[in-house]
């Protein structure tokens, strides 16, 4: 009499299952990322409709003065300025944030010790401190970017410096164990592991970042987005502060929305929620 074996369970169904969760999470978070914009969108339409006020355009009125200012060759050449200052001060955060965040988390003893004056730092409001950027760099790009960088490198130092302390010791001990060289160390262990943390802290650095550029501009600037603003404020063109604002804000997101992503493939990649 023969007997049949009991079929062994597919290894590849929990793969599979947890596959098609991620695959239904994300789509789900880009159909948020789809219709969020447009309901907000129909909001401000309604709103505009029902106060029905001078100083309250409404997302026509805020696409046209847009349009408008898009068409000014000035403000063009204002806003690629920004781009460009946003651009150079961005990366020097990054870089000179987390060289000082990895080196600090690199020692216990370091850590706590900077982590207080750091935390310190990042908490004043920073822009009681722009007359003093002006006092040592004079009115030019040097100050603004100067500014911007201030508002961004706290974060990154700080997110990498926890980061790297945090670093499961497991992982150095199998690096040691491995007889890894150290550049291996650092490029097989040490930076997959702090990526995640990394990408999070360009995603906040960048957001900061803007914030100071625009912040610089609006206070002692002849050219740039900040300046602009303040044109348009002065003037009272209401429909071209919204639109400015709108398009201010289309230009922060889409970096950050890039390293958002950047950031869910690197933590699926290594299996992080």
């Not at 990322?33 to 309250?56: E, K, M, N, Q």
């Not at 847009?66 to 060759?73: A, Y």
């Not at 995640?196 to 360009?202: C, E, K, R, W």
Request: glycine share 10%; net charge positive; no cysteine.
């Amino acid at each position: 009499m023969s007997t049949v074996a009991p079929e062994r369970p597919s290894s590849t169904k929990p793969a599979t299952l947890g596959a098609g969760r991620r695959a239904g999470a994300a789509g789900r978070s880009f159909a948020v990322l789809l219709i969020l914009p447009v309901v907000l969108v129909l909001l401000w339409a309604l709103v505009a409709t029902l106060v029905d006020s001078l100083v309250f355009p409404g997302p026509l009125e805020a696409l046209g003065g847009t349009v408008d200012d898009l068409g000014d060759e000035g403000y063009r050449a204002s806003m690629l300025t920004s781009l460009r200052l946003l651009l150079v001060a961005w990366l020097m955060a990054a870089v000179v944030g987390g060289l000082i965040g990895f080196l600090l988390g690199q020692s216990a003893f370091w850590t706590r010790v900077f982590s207080t004056p750091l935390f310190a730092f990042y908490s004043i409001p920073k822009v009681t401190l722009y007359p003093v950027f002006l006092l040592l760099l004079g009115l030019g790009e040097a100050s603004r970017v100067a500014f911007a960088f201030f508002h961004g490198v706290f974060p990154m130092a700080l997110l990498v410096m926890g980061a790297t302390a945090a670093l499961d010791p497991k992982l150095v001990r199998l690096s040691a164990a491995l007889e890894l060289s150290w550049w291996q160390r650092l490029t097989k262990v040490v930076l997959p592991a702090l990526m995640p943390t990394v990408l999070l802290a360009l995603r906040i650095s960048f957001g900061l970042t803007f914030l100071g550029l625009v912040l610089a501009e609006m206070f002692s600037s002849d050219t740039g987005l900040g300046h602009e603003l303040v044109a348009n404020v002065a003037n009272v063109r209401v429909d071209r502060i919204a639109g400015q604002v709108v398009l201010i804000a289309l230009l922060a997101i889409g970096p950050v929305l890039a390293l958002l992503g950047l950031e869910r493939r690197v933590k699926a990649r290594a299996g992080i929620r």
